[in-house]
T-cell receptor, first 112, second 114 residues
């Protein structure tokens, strides 16, 4: 089956620093989605990307849909303590029932 | 708009017992998903409904798991009999079902099998 690998697996950063994480796939996707999950809650959608090469921002978050359609990147600028959580990428197939596959997650910890 | 509702929030059962989870999707969302999330991993799709029909259940352990979505709205996921390895968070999500509409998740049911 399809696999999405995220890196890094976890990271500790100082408050105010910028963060970068990425997601790579063995398959091509038509949509990339980035979610954040806090403990005890379901994933919350951060950014959706629909076109290869697309760069989209949501506040301090910026995500890019890779040109090869097999990867995506998420950047967080000027991190704050509430950025703590697990970030998941998800890729969606084209056509049919458009299955959504999730990555392995990046756990972010912010040191005040 | 109201989000995806799931119940119960927590459930502890012994192995070989049965359990059921309930999900009410966002109003008007045609597509409903059940994901299993084992601790430290990403969500794994168990079953996907389009209205009241199953479109993907390829990763559902059908010897013990079953799901239904009667009338194309609410859904239930059942495990019978449960195994220790079923301990996980069961997440329900829904989407409009039109091209590339994003998934919206509930807060999940945390299942512990002892």
């Amino acid at each position: 089956g399809q696999q999405l690998n995220q890196s890094p697996q976890s990271m500790f950063i100082q408050e105010g620093e910028d963060v970068s994480m990425n997601c790579t796939s063995s398959s091509i996707f038509n949509t990339w989605l980035w979610y954040k999950q806090d403990p005890g809650e379901g994933p919350v959608l951060l950014i959706a990307l629909y076109k290869a090469g697309e760069l989209t921002s949501n506040g301090r978050l910026t995500a890019q849909f890779g040109i090869t359609r097999k990867d995506s990147f998420l950047n967080i600028s000027a991190s704050i303590p509430s950025d703590v959580g697990i970030y998941f990428c998800a890729g969606r197939n084209s056509g049919g029932y458009q299955k959504v596959t999730f990555g392995t997650g990046t756990k972010l910890q912010v040191i005040p | 708009e109201a989000g995806v509702a799931q119940s119960p929030r927590y459930k502890i059962i012994e192995k070989r017992q049965s359990v059921a989870f309930w999900c009410n999707p966002i109003s008007g969302h045609a597509t409903l998903y059940w994901y299993q999330q084992i601790l430290g991993q990403g969500p794994k799709l168990l079953i996907q409904f389009q209205n009241n029909g199953v479109v993907d259940d390829s990763q559902l352990p059908k010897d013990r798991f079953s799901a239904e979505r009667l009338k194309g709205v609410d859904s239930t996921l059942k495990i019978q009999p449960a195994k220790l390895e079923d301990s996980a968070v069961y997440l329900c999500a829904s989407s409009l079902g039109v091209d590339y509409s994003p998934l919206h998740f509930g807060n999940g049911t945390r299942l512990t099998v002892t």
